[in-house]
């Protein structure tokens, strides 16, 4: 079945590592998304693309970075600047075309050691 | 910014039809409104979309008023299972950004 694969499902960070979440799709989509949920607040955007090896910051990019080399991946590290990390992460996807719904991962959530 | 106002929480007994507003006075004519839901701990799922006309599909129905300001998701019989936040969001024409707000959080009573 097509969908969007996020890994790991947990995942832990000792103070002062980079650590990368994975997100992969083979909906043959554009447009991909990382968005941020902190407890019981909506989701945030951090960065999005919407086509290979280009890709824009979101609300709250400062901390993070991403790479596009290939359509289906869109991986997101979390750098030592990002000063609060501990968060649910989630990964989507859709078509270029505001017609068509967006896609979610199953989310990976962060914590600090 | 695509911003969307919804109430916090809502309430609804099982089996009763379920009434989930939002404003959106900032839409453009081109405009499609989505709705999604998140269960916890998982990512959002999609719920139903619209442009200008009612929408209907086997999980929802989709009302749209006539200045396209607001809309109204309807859950003709909520379940236990609909217990969720519901967000409602519109997509620009370029929808190069997505907002999602902190959506309605509907308990539902048994």
């Known amino acids: 079945d097509g969908g969007i694969t996020q890994s790991p499902k947990y995942l832990f960070r000792k103070e002062g590592q980079n650590v990368t979440l994975s997100c992969e799709q083979n909906l043959n989509h554009d447009a991909m998304y990382w968005y941020r949920q902190d407890p019981g607040q909506g989701l945030r955007l951090i960065y999005y693309s919407q086509i290979v090896n280009d890709f824009q910051k979101g609300d709250i990019a400062e901390g993070y970075s991403v790479s596009r080399e290939k359509k289906e991946s869109f991986p997101l590290t979390v750098t030592s600047a990002q000063k609060n990390p501990t968060a649910f992460y989630l990964c989507?996807?859709?078509?270029?075309?505001?017609?068509?719904?967006?896609?979610f991962g199953d989310g990976t959530r962060l914590s600090i050691l | 910014d695509a911003k969307t106002t919804q109430p916090n929480s809502m309430e609804s007994n099982e089996e009763e039809p379920v009434h989930l507003p939002c404003n959106h006075s900032?839409?453009?004519?081109?405009?499609?409104i989505h709705w999604y839901r998140q269960l916890p701990s998982q990512g959002p799922e999609y719920v139903i979309h619209?442009?200008?006309s009612n929408v209907n599909n086997r999980m929802a129905s989709l009302a749209i008023a006539e200045d396209r300001k607001s809309s109204t998701l309807i859950l003709h019989r909520a379940t236990l299972r609909d217990a969720a936040v519901y967000y409602c969001i519109f997509l620009p024409y370029n929808f190069n950004k997505f907002y999602f707000g902190s959506g309605t959080k509907l308990n539902v009573k048994p």
């Open positions: 989507a996807s859709n078509p270029r075309d505001s017609n068509q719904p967006q896609h």
């Open positions: 619209g442009l200008t």
């Open positions: 900032t839409i453009s004519g081109t405009d499609y």
